[in-house]
């Protein structure tokens, strides 16, 4: 199976940037064609901010195109986003997704993003 290390969050002030970093391990990590972060603010869905495929394909959510950035290493199995222009309202829990193969995905525990004066 697949584990998910997630990295990076913390506060930061409005206009800042913060990356974050989600690493996989485990005996399928070489099987993952699709990684992304999603979100969910306090009272809020969990949204999808960002995916990348093994080929490097992207694609964001409207709210953070142009600001947020998506890349990967395959050969280290992680996931990056880099996080520019902040603002209060991209404050919420980021959570690494990963999809194995063509059916299995794995959830990361999260990590918390603030955005505050």
């Known amino acids: 199976q697949v584990q998910l290390v997630e990295s990076g969050g913390g506060l930061v002030q409005p206009g800042g940037s913060l990356r974050l970093s989600c690493a996989a391990s485990?005996?399928?990590?070489?099987?993952?064609?699709?990684m992304g972060w999603y979100r969910q603010a306090p009272g809020k869905q969990r949204e999808l901010a960002a995916r990348?495929?093994?080929?490097?394909?992207?694609n964001y959510a409207d709210s953070v195109k142009g600001r947020f950035s998506i890349s990967r290493d395959n050969a280290k199995n992680t996931v990056y986003l880099q996080m520019s222009s902040l603002q209060p309202e991209d404050t919420a829990v980021y959570y690494c997704?990963?999809?194995?193969?063509?059916?299995?995905?794995?959830w990361g525990q999260g990590t918390q993003v603030t955005v505050s004066s």
């Open positions: 997704n990963v999809k194995i193969g063509w059916a299995s995905e794995v």
């Open positions: 485990g005996s399928s990590s070489s099987s993952i064609y699709v």
């Open positions: 990348i495929t093994r080929g490097g394909l992207a």
